[in-house]
């Protein structure tokens, strides 16, 4: 199931990742937020070297399985917070 948008990315940079840092009522459901979490501390360590390669191909399945498409897969490799 794709939860991972470019709206999603747009809100998630708006708050420099502190999900508490919006009002309850424009929070996007917790498994979301906390799957964008996994995977950019994921992408980090695989930036830095700390993971094998079976590792980084179950990151890769689960960047498909998380986002809506190619380009917001490549926005969230991007994002630097």
Same mark, same amino acid.
């Given at each position: 199931?794709?939860?991972?948008?470019?709206?999603f990315l747009d809100l998630y940079?708006?708050?420099?990742?502190?999900?508490?840092?919006?009002?309850?009522?424009?929070?996007?459901?917790?498994?979301?937020?906390?799957?964008?979490d996994e995977l950019l501390l994921?992408?980090?360590?695989?930036?830095?070297?700390?993971?094998? !390669?079976?590792? &980084?191909?179950? #990151?890769?399945? $689960? @960047?498909?399985? !998380?986002?809506? &498409?190619?380009? #917001?897969?490549? $926005? @969230?490799?991007?994002?630097?917070?």
């Amino acid at each position: 199931m794709s939860s991972i948008d470019h709206g999603f990315l747009d809100l998630y940079e708006a708050v420099a990742g502190e999900l508490e840092r919006l009002p309850k009522a424009d929070r996007p459901r917790a498994a979301v937020w906390e799957a964008a979490d996994e995977l950019l501390l994921d992408l980090h360590m695989m930036r830095h070297g700390y993971t094998t !390669e079976s590792y &980084d191909k179950h #990151v890769e399945r $689960r @960047l498909k399985e !998380e986002c809506e &498409d190619d380009s #917001v897969v490549e $926005r @969230l490799r991007a994002l630097r917070l």
